[in-house]
């Protein structure tokens, strides 16, 4: 396991694991690898810079030194450091490793700070008018209000709504191009780690059972066929949704997660007609989540793999969805370098 000890006072927790790191809290700075290569950390205070420019241009990098940015990292910056490869950690605990042989993100590194603001209600369609505005962001489309709200096939009150609840928290803007007035995300990752945080899968109504199949991706692809001759809207998320999205692991899922529009029909009544049969829980292979504000649904869309055709859950979507699974952070930071791409 590779460790870095760091003597910051104020971490809240002795020793954290973040992505394969563990952070632990100590009286010298010190990165070690498990093969017992070490490299010396040098902090930076945020604090001691006016702006993000006199931050990075101060920054000399030395043979045998990894930087690190380390305090109250304010919001605006952390898409440039993302950007420019340093790494930082946040009194909140929002951490972003980019080490050589290490890459790491979370958000939930340390035990939460009081929140000054309420947390973000997510009322009928505001989960999928963020989830959409985080979507369009990474897409390099910057949108106004009626483009999300149509984008979102959301009412533009509750778009508006939802964009001011951001612009109150200081994670979206709002100017003018031209003649149009549009949002401007001020970090997209961390917009992203709020929609997960707050609609991550699965819903509280959930049913599971077994489909035949070779492999998951079969699996998939058996109950999308199901679903589209029942004419049901489903999306398969998470790890079985990774190798649709060109992310693959070493080894397969143990199973497939699917979120349904069951059309105000209860979730039991919708599984037999996907083809699940009933079976034990150690013995499923499918588990449903019923998607009544349709964020797991809305832009879903047909991909292949080995060949096979599943319809797989928006790439925003599956990395909110895959991070709550076995190396889900780590599969999430390869699938948003992907997304970032343009994949």
Same mark, same amino acid.
């Given at each position: 396991?590779?460790?870095?000890?760091?003597?910051?006072?104020?971490?809240?927790?002795?020793?954290?694991?973040?992505?394969?790191?563990?952070?632990?809290?100590?009286?010298?700075?010190?990165?070690?690898?498990?093969?017992?290569?070490?490299?010396?950390?040098?902090?930076?205070?945020?604090?001691?810079?006016?702006?993000?420019?006199?931050?990075?241009?101060?920054?000399?990098?030395?043979?045998?030194?990894?930087?690190?940015?380390?305090?109250?990292?304010?919001?605006?910056? &952390?898409?440039?450091?993302?950007?420019?490869?340093?790494?930082?950690?946040?009194?909140?605990?929002?951490?972003?490793?980019?080490?050589?042989?290490?890459?790491?993100?979370?958000?939930?590194?340390?035990?939460?700070?009081?929140? *000054?603001?309420?947390?973000?209600?997510?009322?009928?369609?505001?989960?999928?008018?963020?989830?959409?505005?985080?979507?369009?962001?990474?897409?390099?489309?910057?949108?106004?209000?009626?483009?999300?709200?149509?984008?979102?096939?959301?009412?533009?009150?509750?778009?508006?709504?939802?964009?001011?609840?951001?612009?109150?928290?200081?994670?979206?803007?709002?100017? &003018? *191009?031209?003649?149009?007035?549009?949002?401007?995300?001020?970090?997209?990752?961390?917009?992203?780690?709020?929609?997960?945080?707050?609609?991550?899968?699965?819903?509280?109504?959930?049913?599971?059972?077994?489909?035949?199949?070779?492999?998951?991706?079969?699996?998939?692809?058996?109950?999308?066929?199901?679903?589209?001759?029942?004419?049901?809207?489903v999306a398969v998320t998470g790890r079985t949704a990774l190798a649709y999205l060109g992310v693959m692991?070493?080894?397969?899922?143990?199973?497939?997660?699917?979120?349904?529009?069951?059309?105000?029909?209860?979730?039991?009544?919708?599984?037999?007609?996907?083809?699940?049969?009933?079976?034990?829980?150690?013995?499923?292979?499918?588990?449903?989540?019923?998607?009544?504000?349709?964020?797991?649904? *809305?832009?879903?869309?047909?991909r292949s793999y080995g060949g096979t055709k599943a319809p797989i859950a928006h790439p925003v979507r599956?990395?909110?969805?895959?991070?709550?699974?076995?190396?889900?952070?780590?599969?999430?930071?390869?699938?948003?370098?992907?997304?970032?791409?343009?994949?």
């Amino acid at each position: 396991m590779t460790t870095v000890t760091l003597d910051l006072p104020w971490l809240t927790a002795s020793e954290r694991v973040v992505d394969g790191l563990t952070i632990v809290r100590g009286s010298d700075n010190v990165l070690r690898y498990d093969d017992s290569i070490e490299l010396a950390v040098q902090l930076v205070d945020p604090g001691s810079f006016d702006s993000v420019d006199a931050l990075l241009d101060a920054i000399v990098t030395k043979p045998g030194i990894v930087l690190l940015v380390a305090g109250a990292v304010p919001l605006p910056w &952390r898409a440039r450091l993302r950007s420019s490869g340093i790494s930082f950690i946040d009194l909140s605990g929002v951490t972003v490793i980019n080490w050589p042989r290490i890459q790491a993100i979370s958000s939930r590194s340390f035990e939460a700070v009081q929140r *000054h603001r309420s947390p973000l209600p997510f009322q009928k369609g505001y989960g999928r008018v963020i989830q959409q505005l985080v979507a369009a962001t990474l897409e390099g489309q910057t949108l106004t209000i009626s483009e999300l709200a149509e984008q979102a096939s959301s009412n533009q009150s509750s778009a508006s709504r939802a964009v001011a609840q951001l612009v109150a928290q200081g994670l979206v803007g709002k100017s &003018r *191009h031209g003649g149009r007035k549009v949002i401007e995300v001020v970090d997209p990752v961390q917009l992203a780690e709020l929609l997960a945080d707050r609609s991550v899968w699965p819903n509280e109504q959930t049913v599971s059972g077994y489909v035949w199949g070779r492999t998951v991706w079969e699996v998939s692809s058996l109950v999308g066929d199901q679903a589209a001759r029942h004419e049901i809207e489903v999306a398969v998320t998470g790890r079985t949704a990774l190798a649709y999205l060109g992310v693959m692991s070493t080894s397969s899922p143990p199973g497939v997660r699917v979120w349904v529009d069951t059309a105000g029909r209860d979730l039991a009544d919708v599984a037999p007609l996907l083809g699940l049969e009933s079976a034990p829980a150690e013995e499923s292979n499918v588990t449903l989540s019923a998607d009544p504000w349709h964020v797991g649904t *809305h832009r879903h869309s047909m991909r292949s793999y080995g060949g096979t055709k599943a319809p797989i859950a928006h790439p925003v979507r599956v990395w909110c969805d895959v991070q709550a699974e076995p190396r889900g952070t780590e599969f999430a930071a390869q699938l948003w370098k992907v997304m970032r791409n343009g994949g």
